[in-house]
Structures are given as C-alpha cells and as structure tokens.
Nanobody
Framework: QLSLAESGGGLVQPGGSLRLSCAAS????????VAWFRQAPGKEREGVAC????????TYADSVKGRFTISRDDATNSVYLQMNSLRPEDTAIYSC??????????????????WGQGTQVTVSS
C-alpha cells in the first residue's frame, strides 16, 4: 500500500521560497500521477499542482502559475513542489496525493487514492 509523507513546510516572509517534499513508501510512485493540494482555514481544499504518471505533463492552478513548480524523481520515489514568490494567501496546509488516473487527478483534481498528512505553510511578515 502506498503511503505518502510531506515535509518542508514552515514560516516564510512574503516573497520568499519553500520547497515541499512528498516521500512515498510501501510501494513505488511509478504509474501514479501525483498532485499537491492545499486547504486554508475556512476554505475548501484546492488542487495546486499535478504531475502525470510519466512526468511529461504538469498542470497548475491559475493562482500559482509562474510561481510554483512540481517535479518528480521516481529514482527516490519522491515528488517536490518548489514555491517561489510566496504570498500571504498561499498560507495553508499542503498535502500530496497520488492516483492512477492522470486525467482525473491532474485536470479534475479527483480520484486520489493515497494522501499524506499535510504540512503547514505560513507566509507572513
């Protein structure tokens, strides 16, 4: 069974950067699309970035395009989210999720079958 664990969250000033990691264990991430979601207090969870099972396709929410970059390293069974030019509105709990259906996860932000526990990102001066 695939287990996911996030790390790399923390407190950063506006304009700063953070790199989140999603480490898989139990089985390989191969053949899984992987997405990052976030949920801010009082708001619904939203999809932020997704990488397809082959790594050839990435999708992003409009709010993070040009600032966030998702990447995967199947050799280390990990997915990363590089977040630059952070804003206070990026403050949220960030979670990674995996699923076998590229289109469902990376376009419709649905059909994730494995979830991590989340890591807190706080952007504040």
């Amino acid at each position: 069974q695939l287990s996911l664990a996030e790390s790399g969250g923390g407190l950063v000033q506006p304009g700063g950067s953070l790199r989140l990691s999603c480490a898989a264990s139990g089985t390989t991430l191969y053949n899984n699309a992987v997405a990052w979601f976030r949920q801010a207090p009082g708001k619904e969870r939203e999809g932020v970035a997704c990488v397809s099972s082959t790594g050839q396709t990435t999708t992003y929410a409009d709010s993070v395009k040009g600032r966030f970059t998702i990447s995967r390293d199947d050799a280390t069974n990990s997915v990363y989210l590089q977040m630059n030019s952070l804003r206070p509105e990026d403050t949220a709990i960030y979670s990674c999720a995996a699923g076998r259906l590229d289109y469902s996860l990376c376009v419709k932000w649905q059909s994730a079958t494995s979830w991590g526990q989340g890591t807190q990102v706080t952007v504040s001066s």
